[in-house]
């Protein structure tokens, strides 16, 4: 970065808010995934003048500039990949009002999802999005990637809670997109346009997001299948059967090793694992309890365990929840997708991910969000053995391959970042791509925001 | 329109396709506003390919195309208002397939909403969004104007159920986006983009949408008020139990004595009515309707009606569906706009509403989805009299000032169209509105789709 660049972002910032420092440097290299690249400067972000004033001298000076929460992105979507100035927004993360009668919050991006939820909570009121990372990721990072998470199948995803964003364009002017009411149909919807936009096109300020009613009651069923087509009868026969779970989970027999021998749970030796969450009317919630225990025995589940009460429901979860740990044990080397295909394909898709592990001698271990068939796709392997590291990226793009081949996406979740850009191309229209590009350049003609991410450049492509 | 140009689009859309004779013209010069604009030639849509050819041979010879479903729209969507050409999407209603393993269905832009709505029960599968047109409007248009409807409150509107778009470009270059994923994320959200944008961004020719599985049971129940205020209080007391209503319908005094005296339904004298429907779970229906009925009657409701069967359920919806022909027999003259304010602002909005009415001699009705805070408000008057219409449209501008004082937006579910483009830049933020005249270029260049809807031009508002 040149010195008068770095000048006027100095004082665009202001001087406490701006950092060259090495460990900030470090720091602010990593996030979810493994790669490393260290910004040039980090600017602590305050409020939107700032941000305007910063990016404003970003444009006149051509640096690239990538909004981070709390870096917990999986796809590489926070890292400076082309130097410049890392944006911290982490500190601008206040709850500005939750409205009960309008039945919003309007918060900062740096706000913590789970601290979002505990407020919301205190009024009596829900947020239903609620990604692994609840404890840490932040409602920016949320939108920016529109985050699923495990209420997905009743609830939807980040993008159904979002009714206003306010942002800063590159060129540092203000503007902002819907509000607070629940149904408009006035102009384009940037509003959704900008969800999951992974912080290409604006630097998003303040969310205005929609809260429900907390739901009065909650129940907690599993069931162990001793094949994968039995489960996925289960998921189906469940998702036909009229009830609507809030999370249909899944976890196929590596993952219940896993976490079997990390957690010592004890589990039953089974090829794989249903999880399913109930909320409402406690009257309903109970009856349809015994409803979902039976459709899942009748597939064929053995044992199937329905919770009595709270305590023994967190039990139940506890697997779920120890898998990301568990898997990061048996590592040392983990590419984890989130594929997502159509609700029929889920079982064919797992048993391709085992067929391409057994061809590439490597373990695929999947767990996922079944009930929206969307699947994590972890590829263990050693990344100090170059061959193994080779298979695994071969393995990657043959998952690909048979997912777009059953009709599904590359990223039910995760977001595109860095890491997927090459496979982006495979599955998106020719002509899609170039529109999008297009509207890429009516945001960000000068293309310093968060380069490199979310849409491969054409010359890439050719 | 040039003999050229008319030659080349016969060419392209098939001889027996194509019209220009007066009956066709006199036909698709009208919709659901009161105002005419005769296109120049009328084509009959078969297929992608004969889209194409027609939309690149317009683009060719910059002749104004505008994409008809039903042509039920409320603001002019449908209105050739620069001649040019109509094109009757109509003809191409079929259901591709419904995939209950899926839960996804695959049309084409002229199926009837209500024929999807029956394709989908007989599968035991339910697509909820039910504009009041239901019986006529097609899916094309729902998709375009991103139609709301009555089960709005629970189910969320038309954008909520689109998963994939096909579409034609202005060009005639034809492109995808989405597809039968309940989530992803690759890519910028084009297909929300497409929902709601009127037809001004490209031709859609396919649509995949979701559907949920059918509810096990309804009920319906309705209360009667002596002020606004009691019936605010109610929907708020209601929204905020817990109970998701699936409708959470209002009807003001107006409303109430037009519909009694239409259909002779002995309605009880009240300055307000609420009318909730439920579904959900026979025993959950059961009780919440109990519930329902004592939250309505607590905020002041008298007499409160909880239907005993599906047959006195629709007894109770008589008044809300014989709404629309009776504030018609009662026009002449009616201005229906359909104001969207946050939850909390309901009861403010429709007395403002009552007293613009008073200021303006002029009789002002108001009924709606109370639920998801959008209103229909429909200011009566005498169109022969000029005055009258004066103040008619005079009152339309004061209710859309206090509308957007109150944090809300012109249109919940109708669209911009037309009939609201003048009022758009008092509502959206200009640079907001800059970014979306961007969007509208990088897919129209030649501005041939739609022209002079959804936003205003920048000359018309400097």
């Known amino acids: 970065m040149q010195p008068a660049a770095l000048k006027a972002l100095q004082q665009a910032a202001g001087e406490k808010n701006f950092s060259q420092e090495a460990c900030d440097r470090l720091l602010y290299a990593t996030d979810g995934t493994c790669y490393r690249h260290p910004p040039e400067a980090v600017i602590r972000t305050v409020d939107a003048a700032q941000i305007s004033r910063v990016m404003a001298a970003c444009t006149a000076h051509r640096v690239p500039v990538v909004p981070r929460g709390a870096g917990s992105g999986l796809t590489g979507g926070a890292l400076p990949v082309a130097g410049g100035v890392v944006l911290d927004m982490a500190g601008m993360n206040r709850v500005i009002e939750i409205r009960p009668a309008d039945q919003v919050a309007v918060v900062e991006p740096g706000v913590v999802t789970g601290d979002l939820q505990t407020a919301a ?12 990372s609840t404890a840490f990721c932040t409602i920016g990072g949320n939108v920016a990637e ?17 009714l206003g964003i306010k942002a ?13 009411n629940l149904k408009s149909v006035v ?14 096109l604006a630097v ?32 189906q026969a469940l998702l036909a059967s009229g009830i609507r779970p809030v999370a249909c989970e899944f976890m196929d027999a590596y993952c219940l090793k896993a976490v079997d021998g990390y957690a010592k749970l004890d589990l039953p030796q089974a090829d794989a694992m249903i999880l399913v969450d109930l909320d409402g009317p406690p009257e309903v919630v109970a009856r349809q309890s015994g409803e979902v225990a ?10 199937v365990h329905q919770a009595r009460d709270r305590a023994e429901g967190e039990n139940l979860w506890r697997a779920r929840r120890a898998m990301g740990p568990a898997v990061y044990q048996h590592g040392p080397g983990k590419l984890n997708e989130d594929l997502a295909v159509p609700l029929g394909k889920l079982a064919e898709m797992v048993k391709r991910a085992h067929k391409i592990g057994q061809e590439r001698g490597l373990i695929i271990a999947v767990f996922g969000h079944a009930g929206d068939g969307n699947l994590h796709v972890n590829v263990m392997h050693d990344p100090s053995d170059p061959k193994q590291l080779e298979e695994a990226h071969q393995a990657v793009t043959d998952l690909f391959a048979h997912c777009l081949s059953l009709g599904g996406t590359l990223s039910g979740e995760h ?33 310093i925001l968060n380069p490199h991410k979310k849409l491969p450049s054409a010359e890439a492509m050719s």
Chains 1, 2 share one sequence.
Not at 168 to 180: C, E, H, S
Not at 187 to 200: A, K, M
């Open 187 to 200: 102009g384009y919807d940037l509003t959704r346009l900008l969800v999951g936009s992974e912080g290409t």
């Open 168 to 180: 800063v364009l590159p060129d540092g002017r203000l503007f902002k997109t819907g509000g607070a």
């Open 121 to 132: 909570e205190a009024k009596g009121l829900f947020y239903p999005p609620d990604p692994a």
């Open 146 to 162: 529109n985050a699923g998470g495990l209420r997905a199948v009743k609830y939807g995803v980040t993008r159904d809670y979002v």
């Open 294 to 303: 039976a459709i899942l025995r009748q597939a064929g589940g053995e044992p």
């Open 204 to 235: 998003i300020y303040e969310i205005t997001l929609r809260l429900l009613p907390l739901p009065e009651d909650r129940a907690t069923i599993n069931a162990f299948y001793s094949s994968l087509e039995k489960a996925a009868q289960g998921v």
């Open 415 to 447: 977001g595109v970042g860095t890491t997927k850009l090459g496979f982006v191309g495979a599955e998106t229209d020719p002509v899609a791509l170039e529109l999008m590009r297009g509207i890429k350049k009516v945001f960000d003609p000068a293309g």
